[in-house]
């Protein structure tokens, strides 16, 4: 049987008959929320930013979902969330202001329901089976001791991982510090390894307001409208990409996770239901396309087969040259990614290939090899093109990954 998830306008009917009927057409609270449940509410707050403007789960929602659940009386009610990397330790913002901003603080108090910072919570390590890249990972006690998690991510691109949907959403779970551990290892692979022990049990997509690009400007703002829901986590960010104007192919961490759970991430194994997909497909601007535009100097060919894997490493590698060291390095620098054509390659010496799709392209220019290749490896090609110093750039990275290694280090220390 196909998995289902639902779309539903939110333009006549309000937010909160939204997400009722949402939840109605893909199925699934009455059938997993019983009287001894315990169950986490479970938002995006990455940082304070109030509802409405993409960036954060619209407080609404939250509250809609609150309500649906309270109304199946189960044993306890959480709303739980710990903000992005580098929240929370001593002088920086916390989430409980996430919490307020966004409007969650009120709406817990409303329904006396309990509000729970996962980057302070008790955590506990867990071993990964059959892992990607993380054998081990520390999670939210709150998490692993609640029966039902409901998932509610905002519709949105990423730099790193094109779209954050309710995988990406996940990370939230993870401790204080041990967000930076999922970067180190490589975005992608480490979200599939932590969804396969703390998988959501069931998504609703904030999806009336979202945001494109790098979320800088009020423009980046998108307005779809839309309530999504479903039970399964792979299915609905499969439907919510599509919506964006991205294939499901191009976002790894949502095919490696599929790949695990033995599903397919396409739109052919999904059951949709509710408005006609089509009608509602936007074209969000990746931000990807937006990060090119600040980098006019940088000529990128991306082939077909490109993925936020060597995107995402690529950005790293260019942000961190542009920040500590010589940014002249980067002009007229040509970076092929994906099964680009062979006539496409300019032949000149500041020409940088990526990554086992380009492999063949090797002999073209500097050829970087994995899948994807570590920034550190890019950034020495880069910069030995350019007659550049990568050792600097990537001494000042190292320190400043140490810095805030050490600066989120105490809130593993319990
Ligand atoms: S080499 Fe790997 S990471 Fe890079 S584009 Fe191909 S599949 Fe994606």
């Known amino acids: 049987m196909k998995d289902r998830v639902s779309i539903v306008s939110a333009g006549e009917i309000g937010v909160e008959a939204a997400v009722r009927q949402a939840v109605e057409l893909a199925g699934g609270l009455p059938e997993l929320i019983t009287p001894r449940s315990k169950v986490l509410i479970k938002p995006n707050l990455c940082r304070p930013e109030p509802s409405g403007r993409g960036i954060t789960t619209d407080c609404r929602v939250t509250e809609a979902v609150s309500r649906l659940v309270l109304e199946l009386k189960p044993q306890s009610v959480i709303i739980g969330e710990g903000a992005g990397a580098g929240y929370d330790f001593s002088g920086s913002t916390s989430t409980e202001e996430a919490f307020r901003v966004s409007g969650t603080a009120d709406v817990a108090a409303r329904l006396g329901v309990e509000l729970r910072n996962l980057n302070r919570d008790e955590w506990e390590e867990v071993s990964v089976k059959n892992p ?40 939230g779970v993870l401790p204080g510090a041990e967000k930076r551990k999922t970067h180190a290892l490589g975005l992608d692979k480490a979200i599939a390894d932590l969804n396969s022990v703390a998988k959501p049990s069931y998504v609703v997509v904030d999806g009336l307001v979202g945001m494109q690009g790098l979320w800088t400007y009020p423009q980046d703002k998108v307005e779809p409208g839309l309530i999504l829901a479903g039970r399964e986590p792979y299915a609905v960010d499969t439907v919510g990409t599509y919506l964006m104007g991205f294939s499901p192919s191009q976002v790894m961490h949502l095919q ?36 090119r535009e600040r980098y006019p100097g940088v ?36 970076v092929i990614l994906g099964n680009a054509r062979r006539d496409e390659v300019p032949k000149t010496e500041k020409t940088v290939i990526l990554g086992k799709c380009a492999r063949y392209l090797a002999r073209l220019g500097l050829f970087v090899k994995g899948c994807p290749p570590m920034y550190d490896d890019i950034i020495r090609a880069i910069c030995r093109t350019a007659g550049a110093d990568a050792d600097t750039v990537i001494a000042s990275l190292e320190r400043e990954r140490n810095r805030r290694w050490d600066e989120t280090e105490h809130l593993l220390a319990r």
């Open 256 to 291: 490696y996770f599929a790949a695990r759970q033995r599903q397919k991430a396409d739109l052919e194994h999904i059951d949709v239901v509710g408005e006609p997909l089509e009608a509602h497909r936007q074209n969000f601007k990746s931000g990807w396309d937006v990060f």
């Open 299 to 334: 000529h990128i060919i991306e082939g077909k087969s490109a993925c936020s894997g060597c995107n995402g490493e690529l950005m790293g590698a260019l942000t961190a040259i542009n920040s500590y060291g010589d940014s002249r390095a980067l002009d007229g620098l040509t």
């Open 132 to 171: 990607y890249i993380m054998d081990r990972v520390k999670i939210a006690r709150t998490v692993l001791e609640s029966d039902v998690t409901i998932s509610i991510p905002v519709i949105k691109t990423h730099l790193r991982t094109l779209v954050t949907l309710s995988l990406k959403n996940t990370k």
